[in-house]
């Protein structure tokens, strides 16, 4: 099944009672049973919900992994993972991280003695000497957020394989339709589905996907014993937004290469940053794991100042100044003061994350008006 037909059909079937051809919203707290454990595959709400069923299923397809589990929210669902961790364990992650898992890391679960050591992965001359036999995990994003810098999965992959260590990959910025981590190598896969996958800006959710049954029974435990689901319309609205995410992903793949571009040969603009690049430093390596570049980038005017680049981030008309990205409307932030405010200055700023640093999520809107709109915002 190719994945435009996984999107639409998998973990999907007609409701068997009205023959409804989408899934139904079960807004249910319970089920009834005919006898203390005699009941059609549902007891509880928290446990099991047939809407979010149908999307645990659908998303373990478009990742060719086995099984998917769904959370409030993509850091619930970092949290999930982060509790396969015991203390006195070891991380090492990216050095370029979103802010909200380098909080969790930091600020929650390394009180529980867990030590995370963050470097350049996209360099893995720097995994070797940092692995140790405490080492029980290895946590990438790639492209990582917000400086599309790209990891090598199959690299990491080999690197590790024969130890214990789980390897995860947040495939929230590539989606599965750009690429699939478990394919390359990956244990568990993380998604916030509140960006592409949903896709429209009006849903909070998270995803673990993975093919191991061992990790899947201790992330089913977890999900159930700790109760960070998602309510069934959410769930609903997620599976709505899936079954255009193939297309969606062509325009916002395209747009961007259009964006980056123009914001490439501009005046004013110090870098450009962008996977799709030729002269990205692993461009290869994205073109090889990745079946397009997206839609999202990140630039840094001349000189460096928050006044200049606050002048750009209140001037546009069609890119949004708001948190988040992914959706089918174009969005611009400001990485240091927004979402990854939560790194301390000096940190943020090794891995580029400098106060003029502007990123983009570019939308599938028309390309014209969007580098019409950043024309007219960077004057």
Request: proline share 5%.
């Amino acid at each position: 099944m190719q994945f435009g037909t996984k999107a639409i059909h998998a973990g999907q079937e007609p409701d068997p009672s009205t023959g409804a051809i989408m899934t139904p919203i079960y807004q249910t707290s319970t089920y009834v049973q005919a006898a203390p454990g005699d009941h059609k595959g549902y007891e509880y709400a928290r446990t099991q919900n047939p809407t979010r069923t149908a999307l645990e299923a659908n998303l373990a397809a478009l990742e060719n992994g086995k099984f998917g589990f769904c959370f409030g929210s993509g850091m619930a669902a970092i949290d999930a993972v982060a509790k396969l961790l015991n203390p006195g364990d070891e991380v090492i992650s990216t050095n370029d991280l979103y802010g909200g898992s380098y909080r969790i890391f930091t600020k929650v679960f390394q009180r529980y003695g867990i030590k995370f050591t963050f470097t350049d992965l996209s360099n893995l001359d720097n995994l070797s000497s940092l692995i140790t036999p405490k080492t029980k995990m290895i946590w990438v994003e790639t492209p990582t957020n917000p400086m599309l810098s790209i990891i090598d999965i199959k690299a990491i992959g080999e690197k590790i394989k024969g130890k214990e260590i789980w390897f995860v990959v947040d495939n929230t910025f590539a989606t599965p339709y750009l690429q699939n981590p478990l394919d390359l190598g990956a244990d568990i896969v993380v998604h916030s589905l509140t960006k592409y996958i949903g896709g429209h800006s009006d849903v909070v959710m998270g995803a673990v996907i993975c093919s191991d049954d061992a990790i899947a029974e201790q992330i089913k435990f977890l999900q159930n014993a700790c109760g960070a689901v998602p309510g069934p319309n959410d769930a609903f609205l997620v599976l709505r937004g899936i079954k255009t995410l193939h297309v969606r992903m062509d325009r916002h793949c395209e747009n961007g290469a259009r964006v980056a571009a123009f914001l490439k040969t501009h005046p004013k603009i110090e870098n450009v940053y962008f996977p799709g690049f030729e002269t990205h430093p692993n461009h290869a390596v994205a073109k090889a794991q990745m079946r397009g570049f997206g839609g999202m980038i990140s630039f840094s005017l001349k000189g460096n100042s928050y006044d200049e680049a606050l002048k750009v981030l209140t001037r546009t008309h069609y890119f949004a100044l708001a948190e988040s990205l992914g959706g089918v409307e174009s969005l611009i932030g400001h990485p240091a003061s927004m979402t990854h405010a939560s790194i301390p200055k000096e940190e943020r700023e090794k891995t580029g994350v400098v106060d003029s640093l502007i990123r983009l999520s570019v939308g599938i809107e028309d390309a014209e008006d969007l580098i019409e709109d950043l024309r007219q915002a960077l004057a």
